[in-house]
């Protein structure tokens, strides 16, 4: 995974995300909210990973408000995943958030997202609560799940 490169978002890079919000998700985000997060510096960031060869393969943005760091996407194109990238993208951004003060971090996955959530359990994420329909295409729940101690998680190497 040290031949990924990851980089802050641009107005550049946004076909980039589109495109992996399409691979990724049934409800995608538009331009124009990742626009309108390009403008809200200082609470909302996103990074993107990339190939060496510039390919956009994954991205996670978030927003960091007071002590809290709320994961809003973290998705991989279909092609790369489980090669590690998201834990790639889970850890710089973690770590980022703790630089920006945060001590918690907290997310939505769907119920049915094994492979997902699993991957946040392994980083120490928790079920903290249900959101009874919160997704749609199709209907379903969501489980909030809270990461504690982000300092602790910045400390490991």
């Known amino acids: 995974m040290n031949h990924l490169a990851i980089e802050p978002l641009t107005h550049a890079d946004i076909d980039d995300v589109l495109a992996i919000e399409e691979a990724a998700f049934t409800s995608p985000w538009t331009r124009a909210m990742y626009l309108g997060e390009l403008e809200n510096g200082g609470v909302s960031f996103c990074y993107l990973a990339r190939e ?8 996670c943005s978030f927003w960091r408000v007071l002590d809290e760091l709320h ?5 991989v194109l279909p092609d790369r995943r489980r090669a590690g990238i998201g ?26 997202n094994d492979p997902a959530r699993l991957l946040y359990e ?18 379903e729940d969501a489980l909030v799940l809270w990461r504690e101690d982000l300092p602790d998680f910045a400390r490991r190497p």
């Not at 060496?52 to 991205?59: C, E, L, N, S, T």
């Open 52 to 59: 060496p060869d510039r390919r956009a393969v994954g991205f």
């Open 122 to 139: 392994r980083f120490g994420f928790t079920v903290s609560s249900v959101r009874h329909g919160y997704y749609s295409k199709p209907v």
């Open 71 to 75: 994961i809003n996407n973290l998705a």
């Open 87 to 112: 834990s790639l993208l889970l850890t710089f951004v973690l770590k980022k958030g703790v630089e920006l003060g945060a001590t918690r971090a907290t997310l939505e996955v769907r119920r049915s």
